[in-house]
């Protein structure tokens, strides 16, 4: 089962029925799907996805997926899974809007290196951001991820495969560990920092 994890300030928690409602709106979300580099997906195909989270990705430990809740609140989406586009392991993240901007983004992504390196055996992770994702590709660069090559979709649109080894999320000196979070309930664009 997917683990809970802590960072700093956020809680990284599996998905339970009654957060249904959050992940739909998150992606229904044309701003954050933009920067996502997805096209906006119909709310019934957004809410049998969630579904499959709680009855064949959890059960069937797929992969690695989470909500992202500060102080209660939900303020995204987490992911570590297989990627087809390389022999390893991406790093998934969403913010709802209202926190771009506010250092989440940083720490979701030292947050899923540490669970890579510790609870995976990880060695590096890669992330996928769009080309015209300056603020996503400029916090990239600051936590250290590598340009590998450019992927260009059969719409022109180039979106940048990176690479990080997990023990970047050490190197900050201020990058908080994970922790297995309390348990019971919370106490899934990226963010320029």
């Known amino acids: 089962m997917t683990p809970a994890l802590r960072t700093e300030r956020l809680d990284f928690l599996p998905y339970r ?28 195909d957004l809410r049998a996805l969630f579904r499959a989270i709680l009855t064949d990705v959890y059960p069937q430990r797929r992969f690695d997926v989470w909500g992202l809740w500060l102080k209660g609140e939900y303020v995204g989406h987490a992911e570590v899974k297989k990627t087809g586009n390389v022999d390893g392991h991406e790093l998934v993240t969403a913010l709802v809007r209202e926190h771009w901007g506010r250092g989440l983004g940083g720490e979701v992504v030292r947050g899923l290196l540490r669970h890579a ?21 400029v916090m990239c660069s600051r936590l250290g991820f ?25 190197v900050p000196p201020s990058a908080p560990a994970t922790a297995p979070a309390p348990t019971g309930g919370p106490v899934h664009p990226e963010d320029p920092a």
């Not at 029925?17 to 019934?44: I, K, S």
């Open 17 to 44: 029925a009654e957060d249904e409602d959050v992940f739909v709106a998150l992606l229904r979300n044309e701003e954050v799907c933009r920067w996502m580099g997805q096209d906006l997906v119909p709310e019934p």
């Open 146 to 170: 590598r340009h590998v090559r450019d992927v260009v979709a059969d719409d022109g649109s180039v979106t940048k495969m990176l690479v990080i080894p997990t023990a970047a999320a050490a």
């Open 117 to 137: 390196a510790d609870h995976l055996g990880l060695r590096e992770a890669y992330g996928m951001v769009g080309a015209e994702n300056t603020a996503s590709l």
